[in-house]
Structures are given as C-alpha cells and as structure tokens.
C-alpha cells in the first residue's frame, strides 16, 4: 500500500507558535521532489512538546496542503492510552491515511498493559498501524487473533531493534502469522525474518551530495538467496554463507507449506 521514500516532517515554529506559512511550505517541497508520503507529529515533529490543540492542527494542516496527492500518516503515539486513541480518531476523521503507533514509555507498563494499550487503539478503523519501536509482537498478535482490528494492513518498523538468533526466528514466526490473518509489511534487517515473507523487497538508493532519492526493488530466486547472505554476512558473500542463505530460506519455505 505504501512504497518509496516516506518524511518525518518537523514542526517549524515562529515565534513560540507553529510557522503555518513554513508548514505548507515544506509539503510542498516535498510534494516537488518526490516525496512517496508524509509523516507529521512523529517523534521528528516534536509530538511530545505540541499541545492537543496544535497536534490536530497540524495533522489537519498537512492533510490539506498534501490535498491527498501522496499518502499521510499521522503519528498518534502516545504513553497514555487514552490520548492515543483521541489523537488516532482525531486523525481518522481529518482524512489520515494511517496512524504511526508507539509503545508506551516512560511509564513502562506491563506486558499485558501493552496488549490492552493496542488492543483499545486497534479499534479505530485507519487502513493501516503503523508500529515502531520495541513492540511486543506476541501482543499485536494477539490482538489481531482477538480480531479487536478492522486494519486490513499492519506495517513494523525497527522490530529487530536488539535481537537476533533464535529471538530473531519467533519474530518472524509472529509476523508470518499475522500475515496469515491480513497484510503485513515489515522493515527488517535479519535475515531470519526477511526468509519468512512472501515478497521481499530491497531498499535502493541513488543519487549524490545535494539529491537522494530511494526506491524498492524486488528480489527473487536466486538475487532473494543473495540478499540473505548479504544480510547474513555484509558485502562479502562467500559459497559458505549463500548456502547458509540458501538453507534458511528453503527451510521457512517448508515451514510455512506446512
């Protein structure tokens, strides 16, 4: 649903309020160069120092300008439950095509606290969740299997953020599974869950200094058995590590067959 080059968006501001002036000029820019989708209020967008009133307002503002030529994701993470879910409606009903999510911080709660966190926003009828940082995939998981969602679409960023090996392996399980329930896409850099996708995809960059511009390549046969050993083991791909790729690949293949 969304491909190619997506921007978290600052927040400029002026004079101890939002530069409206500079918002809208910088969707423009974007909108100019190319840019594949719009991400306002994320992390980027200085979310946790805007009040209520400008995070809708800015989210509203970049709907607007954007005047739906490209996707826009509105980030609605929050630690407190409750503002998640008024900001994810919030942004539902401005024309958001999906919302960026965020497990709770600073407040750390529980396992199951996380679950009932996701479970409440999943609720909201967004095309697409947008999940980054640390999450808890057994948990998501759980809420899809509740079927607590109507998103057709679930997309994880950063999910193998501090893990690897046989954690690696789980995570790629609960993603297959979760792709068996609906769509998933997954930004990864271990090679124990890219095996386990239907479809995979490279990120390629190109350009120089002053332009860069970003596209996605999909690799098959005998390229997706060299991606994976790229993954496996850098730039230098030996005989070794290509059949190391080969045996994963070809092993999650009679996994998920099964």
């Known amino acids: 649903m969304f491909t190619g080059s997506m921007v978290a968006l600052v927040t400029p501001f ?5 530069d409206w002036q500079s918002l809208e000029g910088l969707v423009d820019f974007h909108l100019q160069n190319g840019t594949n989708g719009i991400v306002p209020c994320g ?3 200085e979310s946790a120092t805007l009040s209520h009133q400008e995070h809708d307002e800015v989210i509203r503002a970049v709907i607007k300008a954007v005047s739906k030529r490209i996707p826009v994701i509105a980030g609605t993470g929050s630690n407190s439950t409750d503002e998640a879910v008024r900001l994810t409606r919030a942004a539902e009903k401005s024309g958001a095509d999906g919302a960026l999510m965020i497990s709770p911080y600073y407040n750390r709660p529980t396992q199951e606290g996380i679950y009932q966190h996701y479970k409440k926003v999943a609720g909201i009828l967004l095309l697409v969740l947008l999940f980054t940082g640390g999450i808890n995939l057994h948990y998501v998981n759980q809420v899809v299997t ?3 969602t109507a998103t057709p679409t679930l997309v994880f960023d950063e999910v193998d953020v501090g893990i690897g090996g046989a954690v690696a392996e789980v995570v790629g399980n609960l993603l297959r599974e979760l792709g068996s329930r609906g769509q998933v896409l997954c930004v990864t850099h271990l090679p124990q869950v890219a095996a386990h996708a239907d479809q995979h995809f490279r990120v390629v960059k190109t350009g ?4 860069v511009s970003s596209a996605l390549a999909r690799v098959n046969g005998e390229a997706r058995i060299d991606e994976l050993a790229r993954m496996l083991a850098g730039s ?3 005989g070794k590590t290509r059949a190391h790729a080969r045996e994963l ?3 999650h293949r009679r996994q998920n067959a099964a």
């Open 208 to 211: 120089d200094r002053a332009h």
């Open 146 to 148: 509740a079927q607590t």
């Open 14 to 18: 002026k004079n101890g309020a939002v």
């Open 43 to 45: 992390t980027t967008g």
């Open 249 to 251: 690949y070809e092993r």
């Open 236 to 238: 230098e791909i030996t």
